[in-house]
């Protein structure tokens, strides 16, 4: 498949997942949305590595924020902001925006996000946000005093997040 048709097609899947939410979804319209297969989805939600709930049928469904959370694992916070564009603003919360930032770190350091980065099939600044991520839910409220709306972006897209849909 030629780049720009994976561009588009993943440039779809975000857009459809953050602009134009539903109450829920089933496994195979959640699958379709993330472009995993239907069998790798239901493994993760039954593993417990994502969450959804059966409805009374049985069928596993997922709500808009369990999608977005399942999306935010997929892809990185780059890859989403460059599909949303300009809806970015009116999407994540301020402080879920992506920011450049200039560090020094000794090399072993650097190594190792590497390492973590290759081993999640991501980047080194998702590796660190993976890393960070637990210290900053820990920490959230204390953290939310420095810089008002903290909490809203370290929880997004669940409740207890600044409510955007």
Request: charged content about 25%; proline content about 4%.
């Amino acid at each position: 498949m030629h780049a720009t048709a994976i561009f588009s097609k993943k440039r779809w899947q975000v857009r459809n997942i953050f602009l134009f939410p539903r109450e829920f979804y089933s496994l195979r319209d959640a699958s379709k949305r993330l472009g995993l297969a239907p069998g790798v989805l239901r493994r993760d939600i039954e593993t417990g590595r994502f969450q959804a709930y059966r409805n009374s049928d049985g069928e596993w469904r997922l709500t808009w924020r369990q999608l977005v959370s399942v999306a935010l694992s997929r892809w990185t916070l780059a890859e989403i902001e460059t599909a949303l564009g300009d809806d970015t603003l009116a999407i994540l919360p301020e402080l879920a925006r992506s920011q450049t930032l200039e560090l020094t770190l000794p090399k072993y350091v650097i190594a190792m996000l590497t390492v973590l980065a290759a081993e999640a099939n991501g980047d080194v600044s998702s590796a660190l946000v993976r890393l960070l991520e637990p210290i900053a839910r820990e920490g959230a409220e204390r953290f939310e005093t420095a810089a008002p709306g903290f909490a809203s972006a370290v929880f997004f897209p669940h409740e207890g997040a600044e409510d955007r849909r």
